[in-house]
């Protein structure tokens, strides 16, 4: 099993700023995945972190808005970028193993 | 990747078994069928995973008919705590870091 943690567990952000969310996971993993769960909503994944080379985002995320660092092989962060209140959501770090998947604590961002 | 259809929401009481039978229809060879579990505030935690007849697990109980185009969860006396909302995925389970695709689940509520 993976033990992940994330940072930090909940913030409130004015309109057009940033924030960047770490995830920390306790075994070295080739990918780390990031979501975000809308009030209501399922999870949607946002991008897929491979140490070493750049995020691969999924259709509707792009790099500018959501940059991703994979500095080595237990780190990894989100920035959401110039932030509205559209942003507002938990956003989810994962990774995977043994044919399952395991999940940070969550970060609830509230943009106002 | 493999399509799921769960319902919306159940509600049950203490003391009972509750089943959530999840419809895959698209379900490939290699895909497994795993369940999560997601309370408010929190990431998903894995359930139970299987690939066809019954698995069974100190939490839950999975069956699957031969066809596997549907699959049963099932939780023995739910006691309040297992107030959650309960995702059913299908996916390959050699290799992972695979993209999963998450519904919305089943938003159980057990009353007193």
């Known amino acids: 099993s993976a033990v992940i943690s994330q940072k930090p567990s909940r913030d409130i952000c004015q309109r057009g700023t940033s924030l960047t969310i770490q995830c920390q996971v306790d075994?070295?993993?080739?990918?780390m995945f990031w979501y975000r769960q809308q009030p209501g909503q399922s999870l949607t994944l946002i991008a897929t972190a491979n140490q070493g080379s750049e995020a691969t985002y999924e259709s509707g995320f792009v790099i500018d808005k959501f940059p991703i660092s994979r500095p080595n092989l237990t780190f990894s962060t989100l920035t959401v970028s110039n932030m509205s209140p559209e942003d507002s959501s938990i956003y989810l770090c994962?990774?995977?193993?043994?044919?399952?998947?395991?999940f940070g604590p969550g970060t609830r961002l509230t943009v106002l | 990747l493999a399509k799921t259809t769960q319902p919306i929401s159940m509600d049950s009481y203490e003391g009972q078994e509750v089943n959530i039978t999840c419809s895959h229809n698209n379900i490939a060879t290699n895909d497994y069928i795993t369940w999560y579990q997601q309370f408010p505030s929190q990431g998903p935690r894995f359930i139970i995973q299987g690939y066809k007849t019954k698995v069974t697990n100190e939490v839950a109980s999975l069956f699957i008919p031969a066809d596997r185009k549907s699959s049963t969860l099932s939780l023995p006396r739910v006691s309040l705590s297992d107030t959650a909302v309960y995702y059913c995925?299908?996916?390959?389970?050699?290799?992972?870091?695979?993209?999963?695709?998450w519904g919305l689940g089943t938003s159980l509520a057990v009353n007193p």
């Open positions: 995925l299908v996916g390959g389970h050699a290799g992972n870091n695979r993209k999963l695709i």
């Open positions: 075994s070295q993993v080739t990918m």
């Open positions: 994962s990774v995977q193993g043994q044919g399952r998947e395991y």
